[in-house]
């Protein structure tokens, strides 16, 4: 298990001039839930999810050498255009790796990024796209220094994409990912994301995530926010045990195929996150009235077909519908003729568990 300071770069004499590079990182959703931060990026508490297939950020890092004056220098496009609100996240996210990335600042870079869904609106948008972003970093890195081994460039990348939002080091592997220090899971780390290393059950291979865009606006309250009032959340403790508690039993769900205490423990996760948004000082209500209608009429549907159904939220209104791939037409027909109605414009995302960040054509 890596500590810090083996991620400080530490000098080659091979920097390139120019070049581009383009990464594809996929967005995840947490089964055990991530709320509360220490400093650094540092969770309160470890946490597991799903990796996306389908729910995207591609970026494309295009780099020319410049004489280093000590700053930052890039431009940053967001779907083909100039976003200068995004530009205060990447100087933090800059700001938050140089000591580590100390050649950022040999280099103007150019940063082209877009999504395949809505930014902002509960779907982990950060989480893609710091990673993705941290992915092109990397893969400069590598061109400065190529004796760097894979399992070291995963590594720094799921590290430094944490300290640009801290579930983004869930995004680069796939496609159960653990992070944060957990007695059971060998090699977790608070520092990034690491590989489920238990043999998972046929039951859970190529899950199905339906994604119910409920509210496809952005969020009344940010996460940083959210996971800010953890500090002197009154439930906090309590909750930071729990989720050690429920990833011990989770682990042991998804080894098991045990589909019940699976719908339990994840359901539950997402209740309890929206109670401690709703418990925090000052409170706050980031589900929708849809959102409930919706989870209703899972728990309906479930109890009468006995169909392995079950539904988690992020930190937003949009629901997400989990449910093994073999129900998968069944499922949809539900979907399609009893939820859609609760979604804004009609509009979901069908994906599915996906394995990790790909390179891609540039």
């Known amino acids: 298990m890596r500590i810090e300071k083996d991620f400080i770069f530490t000098g080659s004499p091979n920097q390139p001039d120019s070049g581009s590079y383009q990464w594809s990182a996929p967005s995840n959703i947490a089964l055990v839930k991530y709320w509360g931060k220490k400093d650094h990026q540092i969770p309160a508490n470890p946490s597991i999810s799903f990796t996306l297939n389908q729910c995207k950020t591609i970026t494309k890092l295009g780099f020319n050498k410049i004489e280093n004056k000590g700053t930052f220098s890039f431009d940053l496009l967001f779907e083909g255009q100039p976003k200068e609100e995004f530009k205060p996240k990447i100087i933090k996210f800059f700001e938050r790796i140089d000591s580590y990335c100390p050649y950022l600042k040999d280099y103007h870079f150019t940063i082209d990024t877009q999504n395949t869904f809505p930014h902002s609106s509960g779907i982990a948008s950060s989480a893609s796209g710091m990673a993705a972003l ?9 061109d400065i220094n190529p ?154 549907y479930r109890n009468q077909t006995n169909i392995p159904i079950c539904f988690t939220l992020d930190a937003g209104a949009n629901v997400h519908v989990l449910y093994p791939e073999n129900v998968r037409a069944t499922v949809l ?30």
């Not at 009235?289 to 989870?295: Q, S």
């Not at 003729?337 to 891609?360: P, S």
Request: charged share 20%; proline share 2%.
């Open 134 to 142: 941290a992915l092109n970093i990397m893969s400069l890195e590598k």
């Open 333 to 362: 027909q539900f979907i399609t003729t009893e939820l859609v109605g609760y979604c804004q414009n009609g509009q979901y995302i069908c994906d599915e568990i996906g394995f990790g960040a790909i390179e891609t054509i540039n």
């Open 147 to 300: 004796s760097i081994t894979k399992e070291y460039f995963h590594q720094k990348a799921s590290f430094l994409a944490r300290l640009g939002s801290g579930s983004a080091c869930r995004s680069i592997k796939g496609n159960l990912v653990v992070w944060g220090h957990h007695t059971e899971i060998e090699n977790s780390s608070d520092l990034y994301g690491v590989a489920f290393p238990s043999k998972v059950h046929d039951n859970f291979k190529n899950y199905q995530d339906t994604i119910l865009l409920v509210d496809k606006g952005e969020k009344q309250v940010s996460s940083t926010v959210g996971h800010d009032l953890m500090h002197n959340h009154a439930f906090a403790e309590q909750r930071f045990a729990q989720a050690h508690h429920n990833l011990s039993a989770l682990k042991k769900a998804l080894e098991t195929g045990n589909h019940i205490e699976f719908i339990k423990l994840v359901e539950s996760e997402a209740l309890t996150l929206h109670a401690m948004m709703m418990t925090s000082v000052p409170y706050f209500i980031l589900m929708k009235p849809n959102t409930l209608e919706i989870i209703h009429k899972i728990w309906n």
